[in-house]
């Protein structure tokens, strides 16, 4: 299994991705795919949405990670 963030920014996703790699997190955040739209917290709040109903994949209800096969990937 690897850990999965989705989530939101109105910076470039390298800036974001840098900001979130921190002396909590042991390694950096490597971009898989990015979404750009004017309704960042829509989307963001649609997509953890549609996980939640299919799957139990949220490792914390009140954040945006994931756990997924690292086969899915």
């Not at 963030?5 to 991705?17: A, F, N, Q, T």
């Not at 795919?33 to 004017?38: D, H």
């Not at 953890?48 to 299919?54: C, V």
Request: hydrophobic share 35%; no cysteine.
């Amino acid at each position: 299994m690897i850990g999965l963030k989705l989530g939101k920014s109105s910076r470039l996703p390298e800036v974001r991705g840098r900001e979130l790699y921190n002396t909590a997190v042991p390694l950096p955040y490597e971009i898989f795919a990015t979404l750009q739209t004017g309704k960042y917290n829509e989307a963001e709040r649609m997509i953890h949405r549609s996980i939640d109903r299919i799957s139990d994949l949220r490792i914390n209800k009140g954040r945006g990670f994931f756990n997924i096969a690292s086969e899915s990937v």
